[in-house]
């Protein structure tokens, strides 16, 4: 399973957009890439996931360079309800069961 | 529908006490995931069920049991628990599928049970 690295923590303002930066230096060719979502004594929610280039949705953008060495999520316009942890992953594509290994994550704290 | 539902919210168990606790999905996954995590700390998996059979344990004591009675429930028993195992326990499910895929299978969490080993 291939290795992430992520900022341990950042700060924002509100109404600002985040970006946070997750390295993968080891990705494998079958590996996607998947971001989740913990707040404070709740399980982890899935927010997005991709393989190259950009992916959006109605809560984040994920851009994945060429390279596929690192991902950034982006968050538009974020608001206080946005202080979270959030877990980059590299997951292999398989319809079977398969472990997922959390990293450390990056705990965002949105300010007023 | 993506829920993961878990009961009870709330756990506080004596060292001697045996309790269980419980997930659901209806989601017709056919894998489903026990997670543990210790606070300000990621969640570490401890079983994996895949079409109702124990597919990975990774090296959890004995005193936690799961069980896997159908392909919309899994259980966690637990038995003469350390107060080192008060933590957060959080259940997941997956699509699972045997046949080989070209998406991942992404995992759905449960809100989780807060335990407390006095």
């Known amino acids: 399973l291939a290795k992430t690295t992520q900022p341990i923590s950042m700060d924002s303002y509100e109404g ?40 959006t949705n109605e809560v984040a953008s994920l851009f994945i360079p060429a390279d596929r060495k690192s991902s950034t999520l982006s968050l538009p316009r974020v608001s206080l309800s946005d202080t979270a942890v959030y877990y980059c992953l590299v997951v ?13 994550g990056t705990q965002l704290t949105v300010l007023p | 529908d993506t829920e993961v539902t878990q009961t009870p919210k709330h756990l506080v168990m004596g060292m001697t006490n045996k309790k269980s606790l419980k997930c659901e999905q209806h989601m017709g996954h056919r894998a489903m995931y026990w997670y543990k995590q210790k606070a300000k700390k990621p969640p570490e998996l401890m079983f994996v ?11 959890v004591p004995s005193r936690f049991s799961p069980e896997c009675p159908n392909s919309s429930l ?12 008060s933590a957060l326990y ?3 499910s997956s699509q699972g599928s045997k046949r080989p895929g070209r998406r991942p299978d992404t995992q759905y969490f449960g809100p989780g049970t807060r335990l407390t080993v006095l």
């Open chain 1, 16 to 55: 600002q957009e985040v970006n946070i930066t997750c390295s993968h230096n080891n990705i494998a060719t079958n590996d996607y890439i998947t971001w989740y979502q913990q707040f404070p004594s709740q399980g982890p929610r899935f927010i997005i996931q991709g393989y190259k280039t950009k992916v």
């Open chain 1, 92 to 104: 292999p594509f398989s319809g079977s069961a398969r472990q997922l290994t959390f990293g450390s």
């Open chain 2, 49 to 59: 069920y895949s079409y109702e059979k124990l597919s990975i344990n990774e090296s």
């Open chain 2, 74 to 85: 899994l259980n966690l028993h637990l038995h003469a628990l350390q107060p080192e195992d």
């Open chain 2, 90 to 92: 959080l259940c997941a």
